[in-house]
Nanobody, 124 residues
Framework: QVQLVESGGGLVQAGGSLRLSCSAS????????MGWYRQVPGSEREFVAC????????NYAGSVKGRFTISRDNAKETLYLQMDSLKPEDTAVYFC?????????????????WGQGTQVTVSS
């Protein structure tokens, strides 16, 4: 099983940028599609973005498309999320996870354990 640790969150003003990182260990990082997800208190965890094992295919939730960019470095076993033009509604705890391409957009069915996440707060 892959172990995941998220970092890079913080407090930023609306319109600002943050870059999140997700370090993976355990199983072979390049064997998995990877995704980013977010959750606010009282709501379910939602899909944000995903990337294929080789990095040549990406997909985004409509609410972040054009503002967020997902990428990965398989040599460093690290996943990234560049977040630009941040909005107050992007405030959430952000998580990463791993899985097959057919399941990576559905956080409820992913079998890898969840990390602690990293808090992103966007002030207006």
């Amino acid at each position: 099983q892959v172990q995941l640790v998220e970092s890079g969150g913080g407090l930023v003003q609306a319109g600002g940028s943050l870059r999140l990182s997700c370090s993976a260990s355990g199983r072979t990082f390049s064997s998995y599609a990877m995704g980013w997800y977010r959750q606010v208190p009282g709501s379910e965890r939602e899909f944000v973005a995903c990337i294929s094992r080789t990095g040549d295919t990406t997909n985004y939730a409509g609410s972040v498309k054009g503002r967020f960019t997902i990428s990965r470095d398989n040599a460093k076993e690290t996943l990234y999320l560049q977040m630009d033009s941040l909005k107050p509604e992007d405030t959430a705890v952000y998580f990463c996870n791993a899985g097959g391409w057919g399941e990576i957009m559905f956080p409820d069915i992913l079998r890898a354990g969840w990390g602690q996440g990293t808090q992103v707060t966007v002030s207006s």
